[in-house]
């Protein structure tokens, strides 16, 4: 269950190989060099995942169809360290000093003699030094030495929407360049020897290509061995199923830029949906909350910060972050709703691409216990939810009477008893996708014949509040017998004795009066 989405692009080293065989970059002992300014061209390139299959030998012309992606935002600054470059080749090889260099740029920056206004690649991803002098002059000894220029362009800026996990390699070049001859398919021509050959063409229009190669930040997440996944007609995942009782396990891996010691800011935010909630703080690696990194609670998510001034954090640099943490379904959940979980990194403030994981979702099923005679809803009736023989569920009444499921037992626990409420309503939810058996374990009233058999029902995500799919169940009523042995109609027929003797007491009497 991965949610990979790329982000991060995180950086290197220069793999092109630099031009400084023969005389290519020059000696620094060529006195007739022409001191027209030169044009330096850096064209960034990123790749993903991985470098080309082998190194790319710059010619310093523009090489067409240069694979990988221009990276604007970039900030180069360029050094003249003439005098420090050739301070240090006597007695040295040029690839030595070079190489030097490259691998510890602090001496030859502290002695440069000048300093270049820094570059920003841009959309194309090119930074361009323009009138960049062919020489340079220098003091040996109190005298001043005038020799070709050598620069040092070094990768002093990453691009707040990028996470650069190791800057590109330092570029040492000493002037005067010539163009490296080149096969039909522009490929560069060597001679016996395996050595580059060069053509007599002075070049003052240079383009270099210093790469960088990205990588994906990743945020995968385990939904647990009972999740139910839910495909289309065509086998594409729609999204997974899950209980109220499961919890999912969240991991980030995160790259740490290279530059995490100059950074203003590196945050982590995740921002889960309404209906999931965080089961506790993160893990962040090996790190220490409040002296590597800061933790802040937002909505029913988190920000982590990371300190840059601390010497774990600092350590990280270049490297990854894995960040692990849990998260269940709220009890406020709408349950017809799938939830999701983004997270995203904050560099200097500037946010980068979402991490989304799978949706996830989870189901429920309403009841109604009705009178079989009159269909009026009837209380008190008590049931238990099975998923299989010895499978129990269990739950949790929360404050509008709603029940939630909270796991299975093999036996039946007193948790297990769900009852119906007001007017026969019983609500469950928390139910992955499946089918169920609903069993009644005592009828409403002792007026009531308890149910034989298991009312079988589904549970379907996004089916909750859909009426049409409620379940009615029925109670049949006991009966009422008419009575007997009582008194029935007696009294009724004593008075109408009463009044039948009255009537023909009055008669006999009117009848003697009338004779006399």
């Known amino acids: 269950m991965k949610m990979t989405k790329l982000f991060g692009l995180i950086a290197t080293s220069l793999i092109a190989l630099p031009l400084f065989i023969g005389g290519a970059l020059g000696m620094g002992e060529v006195a007739e060099a022409a001191e027209d300014p030169v044009k330096v061209t850096l064209h960034k390139r990123v790749f993903e995942e991985d470098y080309p299959d082998s190194p790319i030998q710059n010619t310093g012309a523009v090489i067409e169809g240069f694979k990988g992606t221009a990276l604007p935002g970039v900030t180069f600054t360029a050094y003249d360290i003439t005098g420090y470059y050739h301070t240090q080749i006597n007695g040295s090889s040029q690839s030595d000093v070079i190489n030097d260099i490259v691998a510890d740029t602090t001496a030859a920056i502290s002695a440069a003699i000048g300093t270049l206004l820094p570059v920003v690649t841009n959309d194309q991803g090119e930074a361009v030094f323009n009138n960049l002098p062919a020489t340079s002059t220098y003091q040996v000894g109190g005298t001043n030495v005038t020799k070709d220029a050598v ?72 939904y647990g061995k009972t999740a139910v996944p839910v495909y289309d007609d065509d086998e594409k995942l729609l999204y997974y199923t899950a209980t109220t009782a499961d919890t999912f396990n969240y991991t980030l891996t995160i790259n740490i830029p290279a530059n995490i010691d100059s950074l203003t800011s590196f945050t982590i935010t995740d921002m889960p949906t309404a209906g999931l909630a965080l089961v506790a703080e993160p893990t962040v690696g090996s790190l220490t909350k409040a002296t590597d990194y800061t933790f802040n609670a937002s909505g029913n998510g988190f920000v982590i910060g990371l300190l840059p001034g601390s010497n774990a954090v600092k350590a990280l640099a270049g490297q990854t972050l894995t960040i692990t943490y849990q998260m269940k379904f709220a009890d406020t959940i709408d349950v017809d709703d799938l939830q999701n979980n983004t997270a995203y990194v904050s560099i200097n403030g500037t946010q980068q691409p979402d991490l989304i994981t799978d949706e996830v979702g989870t189901g429920g099923h309403k009841f109604t216990k009705v009178d079989s005679h009159t269909g009026k809803g009837l209380a008190g009736a008590e049931f238990v939810i099975k998923r299989s023989e010895n499978e129990f569920a269990k739950f949790t009444e929360l404050s509008d009477g709603t029940y939630k499921f909270d796991g299975w037992a093999a036996t039946q626990p007193t948790e297990a008893t769900i009852k119906s409420k007001t007017d026969g309503v019983l609500n469950v939810i928390g139910l992955a996708n499946g089918s169920y058996s609903l069993i009644e374990t005592k009828a409403p009233s002792d007026n009531y014949v308890k149910l034989k058999d298991a009312v079988a029902f589904t549970v379907t995500h996004g089916k909750y509040k859909d009426t049409n799919l409620n379940t009615e169940v029925s109670n049949t009523p006991k009966g009422l017998l008419p009575s007997t042995g009582g008194n029935g109609i007696l009294l009724f027929l004593a008075i109408g004795l009463g009044l039948m003797a009255g009537a023909f007491v009055w008669y006999k009497k009117v009848k003697r009066t009338v004779e006399v």
């Open 151 to 222: 620069y040092l362009f070094v990768e002093t800026g990453t691009p707040n929407a990028t996470t650069v996990t190791k800057k590109a390699a330092p570029i040492v070049l000493a002037l005067p360049i010539y163009g490296i001859t080149t096969n039909d398919d522009g490929s560069v021509k060597v001679d016996s020897s395996g050595n580059v050959t060069y053509t007599d063409v002075l070049n003052k229009d240079i383009h270099l290509y210093p790469k960088n190669l990205t990588a994906t930040d990743t945020k995968e997440v385990d």
